[in-house]
């Protein structure tokens, strides 16, 4: 079982910047990790997501260029910088786990992670 938990979330203007971070425990050897969103009234999507063991991120389209993920193995944290933050940005964001390197998971899809924290809200003012 791996236990997950974000922080970081707040309130920022338009712009702005924040970080998220999702500390992981228990069996703390996860091949792909992930953050998606979840807005008021809409489906979760997937962000970005990172390999364990080769550091490859992966983003989606709507956030390239402005979030970064990345992974602090010793400290079993899980990071997304989030820079110049759109209203549509405004969510609820989780971090996830997956159990195998999986072609779901790279495309950030759902299905293809196990774990997940219960989530941290972003809110972008305009």
């Known amino acids: 079982q791996v236990q997950l938990v974000e922080s970081g979330g707040g309130s920022v203007q338009a712009g702005g910047s924040l970080r998220l971070s999702c500390a992981a425990s228990g069996y703390t050897y996860r091949p792909f990790m992930g953050w998606f969103r979840q807005a008021p009234g809409k489906e979760r999507e997937g962000v970005a997501g990172i390999g364990f063991d080769t550091g490859n991120p992966y983003y989606a389209d709507s956030v390239k260029g402005r979030f970064t993920i990345s992974q602090d193995k010793a400290a079993n944290t899980l990071y997304l910088e989030m820079n110049k933050l759109k209203p549509e940005d405004t969510a609820m964001y989780y971090c996830?786990?997956?159990?195998?390197?999986?072609?779901?998971?790279?495309?950030?899809?759902?299905?293809?992670?196990?774990?997940w924290g219960p989530g941290t809200q972003v809110t972008v003012s305009s």
């Open positions: 996830a786990a997956a159990a195998i390197y999986s072609s779901a998971a790279v495309n950030l899809r759902e299905a293809g992670f196990g774990y």
